[in-house]
């Protein structure tokens, strides 16, 4: 055993772990011992998910010489064959194959699992790997549901897992140092963040039910939601616009900025919220809104208040504070146009505005996606100090794989479930259309039964074999 490695402490870890035993879908899992990494071991990981967000974990994995992609998974073959070609031709050795993650975790090789799925499943396969004794990075929002997120919490804390919530502003180097700024006292007390998500999105139109496409295994998609028939727009991306498997654009692109507000603003669950929107301008398959107006209030400690807002807009728009423009980050980027981009592509400039503005007492401070900040000084509004610089969500990841320090991930699953409680709660107060009141101790709406079903998503209910557990 390396020098390094604490003998004490990792004999304590396995005792304490060896003995735990789960049972996913009729699947039981014995817990491994823990791995200790050497300077020379490699992480295997298997990425689940590769149709879109996925492969952007392929490629920042297939970076790092101490990581090896030791499988891929996903319920549509067509995807799955294609992305083994591709980084087989990258030069890299071809993962092994799954359609089923549970057949994948029964395999006590594989280190961490890396979920890149549609949202209706984050919970649940995040769960399963941690009762296989897999670390997990799983992607945002955590959670479909308010319910289900506080399971994968009281999961990760009963398996003692790594697992990293793929908010990746959070490693952002001058996303960072803007929050240390802030902390600091730069613009004074902060009493007010917003986030902005400003993102060109047309219409999904109609689409027509269908037989399910060769190589797609629809139970294993569908999962723990309800099964409906097969449409193009409840597959691939716009199930991120129906309720059943999506949460709309703030729990899409938005749950990023949402994510920094809350952490800029320094607050965890808030005391009131209120959410007014709608679905604007098309006629078509949506059924999330594609305009959203939210406001959370916060009662702190001290007795002060603090308010946190956030807008999705989906269509022409300004730009705030410079964000997204040419002198902050912006730029001609077609590609911005995300599921538009096909039926638009002449239309080019600077057209979304992602990021996030905090008020202060002596001035106000705006960061651009997840790499730069700005900040503007008194009464005069004099330009203060500004920084540009990336991160890394997954190199973090992995680093606290090796060292077993949850303590310093950037993205932990605990920060991940705050922020995605105030989604869901933005949410369920836009279904019911009113005003909630939320006790941030209990953890639970107050006096409003049909907003507390919505985030227990209590109607849907779960299909059996594809259940999140009530005791994980």
Known sequence: MPDEI??????????RRGAGIAALGGITFLAHPERVFGASDRVRVAVVGLHGQGWSHVEEYCQMKDVELAAFCDVDENVLD?????????????????????????????????????NHWHSLQAIWGCQAGKDVYVEKPLSHNWWEGRQLLRAVQKYDRIVQHGTNSRSGEAIREGMQKM????????????????????????????????????????????????????????????????????????????DVARWGLDVKLPNKVTALGGHFMFDDDQQTPNTLNVAWQFDMPD???RMMEFEVRHWISNH???????????GSVPAALGNAAEASPKRKGPLN???????????????????????WLGKEQEPGPHAQAGGNNWRNFIDCVKSRKKEELNA??????????????????????????????????????????????????????YVVPEEV
């Open 320 to 330: 705030e504070a410079d964000i997204g423009s040419p002198a902050f980050g912006g």
């Open 6 to 15: 604490n003998r004490r402490e990792f004999l304590r870890t396995t005792a």
């Open 353 to 375: 505005t992602i990021g996030n503005i905090f008020y202060g007492s002596n001035g106000y401070l705006a960061m651009n996606g997840y790499d730069s900040y700005k900040c």
């Open 183 to 258: 902390r600091e006292g730069l613009i004074g007390d902060v009493y007010l963040s917003r986030g902005l998500c400003y993102k060109w999105r047309d219409t999904i139109g109609h689409a027509p039910e269908e037989p399910v496409p060769a190589g797609v295994h629809y139970d294993l998609w569908t999962g723990p939601a309800p099964m409906k028939p097969f449409t193009k727009n409840r597959f691939h991306y716009n199930w991120h616009w129906i309720w059943d498997t999506g949460n709309g654009d703030i729990g899409n692109q938005g749950i990023h900025e949402l």
């Open 303 to 305: 007795g002060k208040r």
């Open 82 to 118: 294609r992305r083994l070609d591709e980084v087989e031709k990258m030069g890299i050795k071809r993962p092994a194959r799954f359609v089923d993650l549970r057949k994948l975790l029964e395999d006590k090789s594989i280190d961490a699992i890396s979920i890149a799925t549609p």
């Open 412 to 465: 932990p699953v605990e920060e991940g479930y705050l922020s995605t409680t105030l989604l869901h709660l933005a949410n369920a107060s836009y279904r019911v259309g009113r005003m909630l009141n939320f006790d941030p101790e209990k953890q639970e709406v107050i006096g409003d039964e049909e907003a507390d079903r919505i985030l227990r998503d209590a109607d849907r209910g779960y299909r059996a074999t």
